[in-house]
């Protein structure tokens, strides 16, 4: 893909002069984001090309920084952006909006019609929720009815639309099916590289010192504070530090915004680095995320030794108890204060009296300057995720307080933050309103998408769910109370339930309530499923059984053109999902997959289409890489050289030198194609095509 500067998109756009909105205008002209460090973007046209359209989509996994990326094109060029998450739209509604909200230029349909003007369009993903599903498709397909009046100028952006892929696949599929005259392109936020992550986390640390009314400026002990990080995330990696920036984990860690933002927020205050240094390079961590826990933990160990303890020693009048002010304690604290609740201090140790009251006067003091928070409030959504994974883990929220978690839940790093406190605290069981947060953010993080979530009864105990969460190389298996509720989507899971369970659509400050069920889904509740939701759409092979299903009376179900699904229970005679006939066999007569069946649908879930394999050149076989070593364990190492082979044989793949340092030569193995659609074949032989069929009769021997 090209890769090119984020500034070439901000120069495509134009305004007609000064923009000028009316009073109670829905449009805004928002104030430029600071810090602002511009990202990368990413296209498979030139960025020439890419940016000679009428309609350009700009997606990203959740938290790479859209909102930012939209708040500083508008505020940079003078242009009206429209917030979806704000506003209400349906039919019609960017016509109305540019009629009454825009001042100036005086006639600005013309203008956009003409390339003189352009307008910003964020949260397509928000919209969907605040607007329902049904307003938004109008929204979409009424804005192209307005570019279509006029196509005299299809080179110039008109139209800049900022979303998650979820949100960008829809509008696709509008735009395929009413507007596939138009000129549209598609370019994606990348995280970012070596450079500018650097540059990421000094602007963050100057921002937050100016908040806090100090001046900060970089010096090399920061900068090896920095290097430090990036050293660690390597190491857990398994990846040298060269080859950190073109690994793709590697990248998604260390160039991912908000945990840079959270790291320079963290170094601003430190006015000792090398303790932060120390500490990363001592984190030992297995896994990347670690990484960033183990400075916060040397953050929090710091507050408590450094900041509070020398001052308890002083003023109690005995040994100050171990668990005073620990990390613990603290997390306990900023959960209280991230809820909008006075801590509630000591209630862990044995302190009274006037040691007591010496010990809030001191934690009070020194709890606001706290470097989690910034202006009373969590500063970064990383830290936010460490303070709320601690929450969930010890059953420390109100039903009143899931706001905020909600919106960690649409974010990577509660899961991350919750994997971790698993690991810590094994026995740990979750109330089952936060499941469906925490695997919401499970299925919001783009480096995690080969994983399979397993719900399964307690046998050992009445009232309790076993939830395994299945990656290639090690899973996660925590309890959960009942009744259980999923949040937002369900992805890829197999889940038997024999209590109550529902779903809940994304709750917003208003608007309706979406809910996604993707991939390869069997759903059996025996006691009965309740949807909280407006709309409930489907991508996948989806398998839905439960008895009662209670739903809202105008439900609607969207099935997209992939789908394939079979219902039970009430699911069968109930509308609209009766609408649909069922195209699966039932889950009762699901045959168990052959061991080439299971290889193929691994397979597709661990490689993107068309990604292509490293393997030593003598007899194909794997290399000793930890994303492959799945294969080598399950499925064997001389079975999975033999099927490569095959398709190279047969025509299905071809090989490539490797440029790879090392004693063996290596080649690269790319494939014609895809791992789905030789599923398909194996599934379905009848509709296989004839080069494909031999190739997977002869695979079916291999893996007999």
Known sequence: MERFDFQRLAEAITAAGDTELAPEARFVV????????????????????????????????????KTTAARYLAATSNLPLLNLADVHVSTNALVGLLT????????????????????????????????????????????????????????RPKLVLFGRELAAELVELSLLTLAEDLRVSWVKLDFFDARDAMEVVEAHASETARLDGRVWTPSPATRAVVQAFFQAIASALKVSPDDLWLDPQGRAFSGYAPILAAIGSLISRQDNPVRLKNALEDSGAERAWDVIESVADAILTREQEEKVHPQLVKELSGEV???????????????????????????????SGKDLETYRRIVGQQLPEHPFLQGGSLANDVLASIVFAHAVGNDLLRDSDSAPLRQASRQPFLWRSVQRHLERFP????????????????WNDSVAEVFQVVVRPDETEDGMSVITIEEPEESWRFRAVHPIEFYEQLRTADCQFRSDVSWQGHRGDQGSEVFDVRGDVTFVATAGLEIRAETVRLDGDVRLMAKPVIQPGNLRVVPTAATRVWWGGEFASTHPWNQYAPTLESPEE????????????????????????????????????????????????????????????????RTEDAETSGPRPMVRVHFSVTWAELLRGLRHPEKAADRVSKALAEARRIFR
């Open 30 to 65: 928002p104030s430029a984001p600071r810090p602002f460090i511009p990202p990368k973007l990413l296209s498979d046209q030139s960025p020439d090309q890419a940016l000679a359209a009428e309609v350009i989509v700009v997606s990203s996994p959740a938290a790479v920084g």
């Open 100 to 155: 009454t909200d825009v001042a100036r230029p005086a006639n600005p349909i013309d203008a956009l019609h003409s390339g003189q003007l352009s307008l910003i369009i964020d949260a397509l993903d928000e919209g969907r929720m605040l607007s329902g599903d049904a307003n938004f498709e109008k929204f979409l397909e009424t804005s192209w009815e307005l570019l279509r009046r006029d196509r005299s100028e299809p080179d």
């Open 321 to 351: 108890p171990a668990e005073a002010y620990d990390p613990a304690e603290q997390l306990t604290y900023l959960t209280q204060l991230a809820h909008g609740r006075e801590p509630q201090l000591a209630h862990r140790f044995g302190l």
């Open 427 to 442: 026995e740990t069981w979750l109330v089952g309103n936060h499941v469906g947060r925490v695997l919401n953010s499970l």
């Open 590 to 653: 699901r045959l168990p997959a052959t061991k080439l069946e299971a290889l193929l649908e691994r397979l597709d879930k661990a490689f993107p289409a068309g990604a292509p394999i490293t393997v030593y050149k003598f007899k194909l076989r794997l290399t000793d890489d930890r994303r492959t070593s799945w294969i080598s364990r399950d499925f064997g190492v001389e079975e999975f050289a033999k099927l490569l082979d095959l398709m190279v044989q047969e025509g299905l793949a």
